[in-house]
């Protein structure tokens, strides 16, 4: 029978793997998932427009889906439709004329691919005819045309459609590989070229004309070169096929001679390892990986011609094929979401009987558990999918190339590459395998890419955490922490006896400067071991210069020591109705400081600080505070309240605090110069790792971007993108048989340098002898935040090392590329961790920005052709280093004194100031935070700040001074200049917290 004829029949839509079916009606109902082993559950009709839909695929980030659908108003044809899974909007990608199928997304989010059949000069009247026939009410079923006008198109991010394909002949069925290089489809155009050529025999010519469908093979499309490989030469169909997760394999359903069966296949992209996956005799089709490779999951009808049901098969085709949906009528066409969590697929449960898409939530362990297999690895537990390789990349450093590393770096699927999350991890794997593919050697442990080292992450609470009230009498009360209460991250553990509470004012001790008092809190108030009840911070009525004096005594870490060395149990801070404060709890945040306190450290919420009080003879938390606002102030009305017992009451804690440790990865290749690996190298790295979700006390986002994903692209996914570049062109250079000198080059994408530089720390103590540099590194070059080129390039480190200057200028003089040369070698980047061991250090940075630490890093704000210049200025120095005879030479700093490193600013302006200026009066802004004070009060990037409420600002240091001084919510006078104009202007500060 003619498999043509027998679709017909079946009421199938074929392709099958590529099209949709549409069956008789059914029942609509969702299959209960206790009846189908719990594979799947709360599955939802997702499209309802037009007559049909169906055939869906998932964006990469799986916010989206492509899928076509028969709505567009005049064209009975299916067309292609992209939808925000987010907004449920829909737009049309295809032209809208004639027939359409098949779409898929291109691995980079932009690029659809879909076959039309558009520029058929018939389209139009094909579009009439089969109006005309749908009009005359006469009754048929439904069947797919193989139409050899079907050709292959892309449609790009800026709108153009760009043809792949244009041979004669059905060429449809396309799916793009994981690195987006090679388009797999479907096509008989062989069998239209050997039957105009006279080489199709009588029956087979007859056999074009009648079924095309028969001569349908699997073709491999090279989309760097255009060229096309035939994969497949069978009689019989051959279509609907898609890739591997890894890349390394396509997946396909073939048809028998007569039409009547189809099985599942697999074979590697060289047509080698051919596999039938399944042997069921029946039509099994559509097959779709999911995104651990493991299982496949397809479309079947076993249990009638007018029923098909999705099954499940493993990767290798050993099990028995496990049946997931059981329902009358038509499921099929499934795909899965590319964090394998959602299944998608085409169904009539419909209420008309009409196919259309269907979405579900997706339980992969039921579906290992059936199929016999076993766990799947941590990358798949954390549901996060492999990043393609880069695709297309040339041996130049080129701004495309960067874009892709950049772009697979910031993908959602990393999550913000926070060190020891799923998302490092999914990094940390693009990162080997490009330096595989690149062709460094593998520089790591055990012969791996990877450098893994330990670190604690971060401190939660634990269990146990208890805080109780007793008053006289007997009577207690419990408070719920971390609504009530919270400890503090450097707070001691354990239990903290019934002890009594003392009010202490602000916990200060300060000594006296200039027009400001000595301040003693504790001055006449007995606190041992009794608990003590200080207010956070400082008076927000303190003036300028006192606050100045007092910020440095005002820290919790301080106020926690002075009690502690006063023989107090514990430390309970308030933050106070007149404090201002954002939240009155203050956050448990690691501060990458494992230093802890031999007493208890408790932040309490205003109201729980109300109920302590409510028994003493203090009238409110706001007179307490305000009492303590006068003593600071020199003013002594109600200072006697000053060492006031809490009388009636105690409290009794028990404190549970879990540090969470965690584990990193470096990645690091090996790029050797010579026949043997050389004693010293050149160390060439960048930080991969960045902020996750804003988690700790470094992000600066606010508003509704706070917990969003923090990409990074500037900070450091351009740095490391320029690393690869760089590595790539030397290896060229080094295959071409270039002299790149005497010294090996090691390339180092390292971790945890967001945390405290602790990836690069702990593979400088692994590997640098800081007594000697006759083996190992013996310089290290350092990119991070190189892609918002402006004017200048900072280049940092040249005071590591006298022979930089001559170096630098040697390397720089060619290139039109502006260099702002500093000195300072202790920097807050991993270039510190190698000068710090002995080795000469250079550092190149762009700038921060407006979008430093915040969701809004993002890859459409980078000057790429910047980046560009940079790897080329650096690679011209990385070569001159590997020839140099001797090595460069370490020369010594002094390190920055505690005193230089000024934090805890309680106030918010939205400033970001150029770090890379010079010869400039004042503190120059590169930007100001969107909505943060600053831009508020009319301040913009490019002005120079010269005076803050009457202090002169000549520099950075005089600007951060002066932060000390402001307040909260109360107007400080700016002034700037901008262009020859000075401006005043009022900035009301707001706060941190």
């Known amino acids: 029978m003619k498999v043509g004829r027998l679709l017909c029949l079946l009421g199938i839509l074929a392709p099958l793997g590529c099209n949709t079916f549409a069956g008789r009606g059914g029942e609509v109902k969702t299959p209960d998932p206790a009846t189908e082993g719990g594979l799947y559950h709360d599955a939802r009709q997702l499209t309802f427009a037009g007559r049909r839909s169906g055939e869906g695929y ?77 009009a005359s009410g006469r009754t048929r079923r439904y069947a797919w045309g193989f139409d050899p006008q079907y050709d292959l198109f892309a449609r790009t991010a800026e709108g153009r459609l760009d043809r792949l394909t244009g041979e004669v002949g059905y060429d ?229 190339d960067l874009a892709a590393h950049v772009r697979a770096l910031t993908d959602d699927r990393t999550s913000g590459r926070r060190a020891g999350t799923p998302g490092e991890l999914v990094s940390a794997e693009y990162l080997a395998r490009e330096m595989q593919r690149i062709g460094l050697a593998p520089a790591g442990e055990d012969g791996s890419y990877r450098h893994r080292f330990d670190f604690t992450a971060g401190i939660a609470l634990g269990l146990n955490n208890t805080l109780e009230l007793s008053r006289a009498g007997g009577r207690e009360s419990a408070f719920e ?169 105690s409290l009794r804690a028990t404190i549970d605090l879990e ?58 996914a351009s740095g490391v993108a320029v690393m690869l570049e760089l590595a790539e062109q030397l290896m060229s250079r080094r295959l071409t048989g270039a002299d790149l000198g005497r010294r090996d080059f090691v390339f180092a994408a390292w971790s945890g340098e967001e945390l405290g530089l602790l990836g690069s720390d702990r593979w400088a103590a692994d590997h640098v002898d800081p007594h000697s540099n006759r083996d190992g590194p013996v310089a290290y070059l350092n990119f991070d935040m190189v892609g918002r080129l402006r004017s200048d390039l900072v280049v940092q480190g040249l005071g590591s090392s006298p022979d930089w200057g001559a170096l630098l200028e040697r390397a720089a003089v060619p290139l039109e590329l502006s260099v702002s040369a500093q000195n300072d070698a202790y920097l807050p980047t991993d270039a510190t961790s190698f000068y710090t061991q002995g080795v000469p250090v250079l550092s190149a940075f762009t700038g921060v920005h407006s979008e430093y630490h915040t969701p809004r890093d993002t890859i459409d704000l980078l000057n790429l052709e910047g980046a560009v210049q940079i790897g080329e200025l650096f690679g011209r120095i990385a070569v001159a280093l590997s020839r140099a005879e001797p090595p460069p030479s370490h020369r010594a700093q002094a390190a920055p004194s505690s005193s230089q490193s000024r934090s805890g600013f309680r106030v918010f302006l939205g400033t970001v100031p150029d770090y890379a200026q010079s010869e400039i009066t004042g503190v120059q802004l590169t930007g100001v935070a969107p909505d943060g004070p600053a831009e508020k009060a009319g301040m913009r990037g490019g002005d120079i700040i010269v005076e803050v409420d009457g202090r002169t600002i000549e520099n950075l240091y005089d600007y951060t001074y002066s932060l000390d001084a402001l307040r909260v919510g109360e107007a400080a006078a700016f002034v700037v200049r901008r262009d020859e104009e000075l401006i005043q202007l009022e900035v009301v500060p707001a706060s941190r917290d």
């Open 58 to 134: 998932f964006s990469p980030d799986g916010r989206e889906i492509v899928f076509q659908s028969e709505r567009e108003p005049g064209n009975p044809f299916y067309q292609i439709y992209r939808m925000s899974l987010e907004t449920g909007e829909t737009t049309r990608v295809s032209p809208g004329l004639g027939k359409t199928t098949c779409a898929f997304v291109h691995p980079d989010g932009e690029r659809v691919l879909f076959a039309s059949t558009h520029l058929d000069r018939e389209a139009e009247g094909k579009q009439e005819a089969e109006l005309e026939e749908r």
């Open 481 to 649: 922490v971390d609504s009530a209460w919270r400890p503090l991250a450097f707070s001691k553990s354990g239990d903290i006896p019934d002890s009594p509470v003392v009010f202490a004012g602000y916990g200060l001790v300060a000594p006296a400067a200039q027009e400001t008092a000595q301040i003693d809190d504790y001055a006449g108030v007995d606190v041992r071991d009794r608990w003590v009840m200080v207010f956070r911070g400082l008076p927000q009525s303190a003036e300028a210069e006192q606050r100045q004096h007092l910020q440095r005594y005002a820290s919790m870490r301080h106020k926690a020591m002075i009690a502690r060395d006063r023989g107090a149990r514990g430390l309970l801070v308030v933050s106070g109705p007149l404090g201002r404060f954002r939240h009155d709890l203050v956050p448990l945040r690691f501060d990458a400081s494992l230093a802890g306190t031999r007493i208890a450290v408790i932040s309490l919420g205003d109201e729980t600080a109300e109920a302590l009080i409510a028994r003493s003879s203090v009238r409110s938390l706001s007179a307490l505070q305000a009492a303590a606002d006068a003593r600071i102030l020199a003013r002594d009305e109600e200072a006697d309240l000053y060492g006031t017992e809490l009388d009636g009451i």
């Open 172 to 400: 449809a069925e396309a799916s793009y590989s994981p690195d987006g290089r090679w388009i797999a489809f479907s096509s008989n155009r062989h069998a239209y070229t050997e039957g105009a050529g006279g080489l199709l025999d009588a029956d087979d010519r007859d056999r074009l004309a009648e079924d095309p469908s028969f001569f349908i093979d699997l073709y491999l499309l090279d989309t760097e070169d255009g060229s096309t490989r035939r994969l497949t030469n069978s009689r019989g169909y051959d279509g609907g096929s898609f890739f591997s997760p890894d890349g390394q394999r396509v997946i396909w359903r073939r048809f028998s001679e007569d039409g009547a069966r189809a099985e599942i296949h697999s074979m590697r992209l060289d047509g080698s390892d051919e596999r039938i996956l399944t042997r069921m005799g029946v039509m099994s089709w559509a097959p779709f990986y999911h995104p651990s490779g493991d299982y496949v999951v397809f479309t079947t009808n076993r249990h009638g011609h007018d029923n098909s049901e999705l099954y499940l098969v493993d990767a290798e085709g050993q099990s028995e094929p496990v049946r997931v949906t059981e329902r009358d009528g038509f499921d099929g066409l499934p795909v899965f979401s590319p964090d394998g969590k959602t299944l998608l697929f085409t169904s009539n449960r419909t209420a008309g009987g009409q196919s259309q898409l269907f979405r579900a939530a997706w339980n992969d362990a039921a579906a290992r558990q059936r199929l016999g297999l076993g766990a799947p690895s941590a990358q798949a537990r954390s549901g996060e999918q492999s990043l393609p390789p880069s695709t297309g990349t040339l041996p130049e450093i080129r701004e495309a």
């Open 659 to 716: 540090t969470q440790r965690s584990e990193g990865q470096n990645v690091v290749g090996r790029l050797q110069v010579g026949a043997a690996a050389s004693r010293q190298t050149i160390v060439i790295g960048a930080h991969y790792d960045h902020l996750g979700h804003g988690e700790g006390s470094s992000s600066l986002a606010s508003g509704a971007l706070v917990g969003a994903i923090h990409p990074g692209a500037d900070d450091n």
